[in-house]
């Protein structure tokens, strides 16, 4: 898979994974996120910056709160956007997907934020889309979420500044996760010390050697010496099908709580992309706690996505204009 | 229960009910009313008050019309708005309801606009909100409907001017209304000389001594002398829960048709808060006639809810201003 | 029928209908959406020329794609835009579709955009509206789409130029095709040399003589010396009604493929409304292929949706003027 996320002088013209991203590029994004990070607090919350662009949400799998962030995103950057839930749409009347999206395209739409249960989705739209569109992947199956890693990794440097002085520990189900996915990559990339995946065995990837982390089953080994514990959220299909006894057994070997949390380095900060399931992988005195920047998190989400998307567009107006 | 919907200045926060509001801030809302009243008949019917701010109505509870009025009035005040379906969304994931409204706020949203049906429901996440939040009630369950009596009240001044000297009849359900519960409020502290309540036993509440209105249960004699008649709406699900007999019946007891209207005062203003049931609880004559303020009602929601979003939204810049 | 969508000095006030409407008027559509194509291109796709305007989609019917074109149009005139599912809300309230109007009307709503499954709803509002609300018609029933006909004009003048040249054919399911009676309308209102519907007996309309148009039930004669091909969507419908055999006889029949293409002429282009149904009226390589306009008229669309929504409101505010 060549990197067709980039343009020609390495600039983001898609947003689709980290993987193949180097750490000049992570640092861009952060420090652009870092300049839209101020702008939350000013009385007025927003930029003209993409006034009279098109944004589309592309949601083929139903997700309000990543929806939101993009949409609140797009907003404060001024241009305009439009939800379509894809599902229920044009599909519906037996139009192909690639059809729909020729279609929007022709509308002059300068972006794709898309949304797919399936991996590979946001990729395969990148491929096809007309050379005006940008394509930013918000979640594709088991495969990445970009946009959650690199909010993630922004949190960390508000708090830990140097990443090669970091442990940092995953918890949960990495298998399944395309936020862990992402992260490792993101992690990796900008070079921290040590990444630690902690889960149980059937919720662990088999590529855990060619990955660079280090893996324990047990949670209590594996919080020694943590600078930041990000824990994953358990999808409760996972326990239906078989894959994990109970929420209750669960949270007993791999949920986060104070006794845990204490075995970490004594100011190690607590992350979970959300929504939390309080009880099963995080306690609530964990995730209302003076270690948690979970809602931060949150808060920085709509950094970044102003970033990323301020980004790509900003190549493909300059791709433009050296085509005119 | 204190009131939190002040600042310590005395300036509304938050609007979550008449109760125990004083009469100079409801003659404020509406005077503010006033001013955004004019701006609808202008060439460009908006102004940029609150651009940069974060509205998002939470409608717990479907309600086209009234999620559309706000819509309307925060665009008109250039804000940006997101309309969240809660009810389909995080909270379907199982995340708690705070934890769906602390990872909005985390959002830098200015303002809640809430529906819900259980009575409480915009006060208990007014008491959880962060400083910067501002949460505006939209109604819930049967306690309290504030911007409905709000626009209620301004018709009324438009027309009859000197709340003292008038007599206002509510006719209808008043047992289950949050509109006529917070109507009897706002008619009460904006001293008006008589207000009276007229419907069937079993529709009125058992307080009706301490609200200081006048009951009564036959409609002919509770309508003379009237310079306002406010018609409620009869829920259907009241009549199939057996608390009513027919529509029909309804109709002939509590419906308000010409001759009814006769017995009040030549010039008494007929006021439904919508959508009507012609011939239940008023007929066609009367409702399309030219006692009716019905559609008036309608326009000044409008204002009504730009005063309030903006008198909520500039109280809260003014304390932020002061912590900084 | 008297046309009531001009206003008393002959300009467009509602567009409901291409009947009734002179040359002269739909010229004037093409070259003010001439201008807005432009404005697709530059950096800002955007202009004032509606800030303040309320526009309401009142979408009966479901329709994504057409939603989205008027939704966007309205953005790039910088309207403040509400998309209300009208089948969904106060409708279900037991509220009648007039009350519904009149409440929407009195919140200064300046346009209705109206999409409904019944043939005359556009006109039926357009009769009932307050003066100073425009209504668009953007399909109703089998009856008229007439923004989807202007588009198709501008998109046969844009690659045809002089309409009295031409030869233009329309295939498919003319007698339920609301698009297809529209551009009939508006191909001999312009002037087109020569008008032919090709198309089975079942689905061909009784009053083709008066339509002045000429019939073809074989579609390799009906094509020969063709300068524009019009494929309709097959509605799916129409098969299981029993007045169609099978997808795969009407592809060999009415279906247009490669070769029944070089029977036109050679220049011939290929139009389709859309979403086209690949492998049943036609073939993906004529759909891919270079005659084929297919998703310029999707870009198309959007200019004229401008031209026609900034003329209605002109109109309007000049009206109001001359009332003031």
Do not use: W
């Not at 013209?13 to 101020?38: C, N, V, W, Y």
């Not at 889960?199 to 990955?211: E, R």
């Not at 949670?219 to 994953?232: A, S």
């Amino acid at each position: 898979m060549t990197n067709n996320q980039l343009t020609d002088s390495g600039q983001l013209r898609h947003f689709l994974t980290i993987e193949g991203l180097k750490r000049p590029l992570l640092t861009e994004i952060m420090d652009r996120a870092e300049q839209f990070s101020s702008l939350s607090n000013r009385h007025v919350k927003k930029v003209p910056l993409l006034r009279g662009k098109t944004i589309m949400n592309l949601f083929f799998e139903n997700s309000t709160r990543t929806r939101t962030t993009f949409e609140l995103a797009a907003k404060r950057l001024s241009a305009d956007v439009m939800n379509l839930n894809i599902g229920t749409s044009a599909t519906s009347k037996g139009e192909s997907l690639l059809d729909t999206l020729h279609n929007l395209e022709a509308m002059h739409t300068d972006m794709f934020v898309v949304r797919h249960s399936q991996s590979g989705a946001a990729e395969f739209i990148a491929q096809h889309v007309a050379p005006h569109v940008s394509v930013i992947n918000a979640g594709d199956g088991c495969h990445a979420h970009p946009t959650q890693a690199m909010l993630d990794m922004f949190t960390i440097r508000r708090h830990k500044h140097h990443f090669p002085d970091l442990c940092v520990a995953i918890v949960g189900d990495i298998l399944h996760s395309r936020v862990a996915r992402s992260q490792i990559q993101a992690l990796a990339t900008l070079g921290v010390g040590e990444i630690r995946v902690i889960g149980p065995k059937t919720l662990l990837p088999a590529d855990t050697q060619t990955l660079g982390v280090h893996v324990y089953h047990d949670m209590e080994t594996g919080l020694q010496d943590v600078d930041v514990i990000i824990m994953l959220r358990l999808q409760n299909e996972r326990m239906e099908g078989g894959l994990l006894p109970s929420s209750r057994e669960y949270f007993h070997s791999y949920g986060l709580n104070k006794q845990k949390l204490s075995i970490a380095k004594a100011d190690a900060i607590v992350m979970h992309p959300g929504p939390i399931n309080r009880g099963v992988e995080i306690s609530s005195a964990v995730a209302d706690g003076p270690q948690s920047v979970i809602l931060e998190q949150v808060t920085h989400g709509i950094a970044i996505r102003m970033a990323v998307m301020s980004m790509a567009l900003a190549s493909q107006s300059e791709q433009n204009e050296s085509i005119i």
